[in-house]
């Protein structure tokens, strides 16, 4: 591709940043860009310092990393910096190199004086250099005699690059490298500040990994929040790009899947609900509900964890029965308590460690916060639905469920508590197996809605032949005891009555409950296929609750609910044979 001429008025720049955001709200970069996707294989690069002028227009592949658009050089680029004396400059960029690269480098020229960067592969970089001019051999020092060449001999992505034509301070810099930080999620090895603040006893400190607290958490670091002098407007923060493995990429680079919301390309399925398309190959991405931001400038909410293993291991068995929960533990450090309800999805890595095909039909999956740092359990909240796609053919259930979503999930901050502490757990499903012995077989799924925590059940009619032994057995799974028990008689006018409950639950394993159907089938095949009828794992522990006696010819609401609040609840009604006609007397 030939040489690019840019043209920079520093005059102009400057009058323009009076008004508009700039990186860590720093004054004075030369050149800006940013990669903008204008269609499925077509990406510019803009320069933001110059009224967002378009500088190179190409026909390419583009990735997408943490929400942001970025394009794929290829070959060799180069750019004129015209009209610009760079006798010392500060660079900073964002790269992605590709897999097993040969072309990483980057430079600034003038004069036959390079200085430049090298990148390893397989790794997103956060760069920052300062350049300083100085002679070579029999070379002058840069001048006004030559223009620049930016050079670009890198074959990966670059979302973003900045460069000023001066040392930047201490300060400065880091304000700088604490912009990119947050809007590409990038894990920092030195403190991240705010834009705000000229002098060292003015700025505001987001996130310091040197501190204990901190530094135990300081990976997969993401941010959500605003710092408009930046021009960070960040509602939403994924945890990917350290997630690298290509056991579960489509090819190496479909964590940064090229878009934001696209969905994973499995031929005639479609989203639902149709507004969760985020990539699926993101790990954990934590936003702001509805995308809204807060209220309040320069507010962010920091995200880290501990590295833990994300396998799942039994946890406070004596409280919680039949809990799981992974090793890796989340910080949430809400310095300014933003109240906004968050969104969160376990997708990508994370999810397929924890889930399993048809793992919706015996799991439920909850968020557990802490009492402060330590390991007791404060709360269990269950997860909103299950994101997945669907078969386009109306005739078949096939589907595959890719993310796990919590929806408003809180951060308030008590007293001047501002850390909170959070993992991923499992619990055994809540569900009916039996009512007197006919096995309840799992209800069909609507195929245009998100499977949720709720299980909708059917009425059910019951025949007894006796009016003095009405009762209803029910077998159910374990769930999380214990358990809360509602017998309710629908009587006129809609109201109900309580019926007084003296039985007792059952734990038994005594025998197993086949859990056979033909109406659904959950795959992970890229092709999937109809396979028939489906043979479910039997469950082998259950619980059995018995009824009081109950009326003939009334109807009933039974609700069971256990600790952490899965719900079962049908309608029953109960009836007595009808009497025989007798016969007319000729």
């Known amino acids: 591709m030939k040489a690019k001429e840019i043209y920079i008025f520093t005059l102009l720049c400057a009058f323009q940043f009076s008004a508009i955001s700039q990186p860590g709200g720093v004054n004075g970069p030369i050149a800006w860009y940013t990669s903008r996707k204008i269609s499925e294989n077509t990406y510019q690069w803009i320069e933001r310092c110059d009224a967002e002028a378009i500088k190179n227009t190409w026909q390419t592949n583009g990735r997408n990393i943490n929400f942001n658009d970025a394009a794929l050089f290829e070959t060799n680029e180069e750019f004129n910096l015209s009209n610009i004396n760079l006798s010392e400059a500060t660079v900073f960029g964002v790269f992605y190199p590709n897999i097993n690269t040969v072309k990483n480098s980057f430079a600034i020229t003038q004069n036959r004086i390079t200085v430049g960067l090298q990148n390893p592969a397989n790794k997103m970089i956060h760069s920052w250099h300062y350049i300083n001019a100085a002679p070579l051999d029999n070379y002058s020092v840069w001048g006004s005699t030559s223009d620049p060449e930016l050079k670009v001999n890198f074959q990966g992505y670059i979302p973003e690059l900045a460069i000023y034509k001066r040392k930047l ?21 030195t403190i991240i500040i705010s834009s705000y603040g000229k002098k060292y006893n003015e700025i505001k400190i987001l996130w310091n990994p040197d501190l204990p607290v901190f530094k135990n958490f300081n990976n997969r670091l993401i941010a959500i929040g605003r710092d408009d002098q930046s021009g960070l407007k960040q509602p939403k923060s994924t945890t990917t790009y350290e997630e690298y493995d290509k056991k579960y990429e489509e090819n190496e680079y479909s964590a940064y899947h090229n878009d934001a919301d696209g969905a994973r390309d499995l031929t005639g399925l479609h989203f639902v609900p149709d507004k969760d398309g985020t990539s699926i190959q993101r ?98 909240t269950l997860f909103s639905y299950f994101g997945r796609q669907v078969s386009k053919d109306k005739m078949k259930y096939q589907f595959y469920n890719n993310k796990i979503i919590w929806n408003d999930i809180y951060w308030d901050n008590a007293a001047d508590d501002t850390m909170h502490y959070f993992t991923f757990g499992i619990v055994p499903i809540l569900k009916l197996l ?43 799974t374990p769930g999380i005891p214990p358990y809360q028990i ?19 639950i059952e734990d038994k394993n005594d025998k197993s409950f086949d859990n056979t159907t033909s109406d659904i089938d959950e795959t992970k095949d890229d092709d999937p296929k109809d396979n028939g009828t489906i043979k479910f794992p039997k469950d082998d522990r259950y619980c059995q609750y018995t009824t009081p006696n109950l009326e003939a010819n009334q109807t ?18 109960t009836k007595l044979p009808a009497a025989p006609r007798k016969k007319r007397t000729p």
């Open 486 to 504: 509602l017998v309710e008689k629908i009587v006129p006018a809609g109201k109900t009555t309580i019926v007084n409950l003296s039985s007792k």
């Open 169 to 189: 301070t201490r300060l400065e810099a880091w304000k700088v490298k604490s912009y990119f930080d947050i809007k590409y999620a990038l894990t920092p090895d």
């Open 283 to 380: 790990s954990l991405t934590v936003g702001f509900e509805n995308d809204k931001l807060p209220s309040d400038d320069n507010t962010f909410l920091f995200i880290g964890d501990n590295a833990g293993e994300i396998a799942p291991a039994k946890i406070d068995q004596v409280n919680y029965k039949g809990l799981e929960a992974i090793g890796r533990k989340w910080l949430v450090y809400n310095k300014d308590n933003i109240k906004l309800p968050t969104k969160i999805s376990v997708s990508g890595k994370l999810h397929d460690e924890i889930y399993d095909p048809y793992d919706y039909l015996k799991k439920r999956y909850v968020l557990l916060k802490f009492k402060g740092a330590t390991d007791q359990i404060e709360s269990l």
């Open 556 to 573: 009933y609401v039974i609700t069971i609910t256990d600790k952490v609040g899965q719900e079962i609840k049908f309608t029953a009604n």
């Open 434 to 476: 039996s009512l007197n012995n006919t096995t309840i077989r799992f209800p069909l799924i609507d195929r245009d809605k998100p499977i949720t925590c709720k299980i909708n059940y059917k009425a059910y009619d019951f025949t007894y032949q006796n009016p003095n032994d009405i009762k209803i057995d029910i077998e159910f």
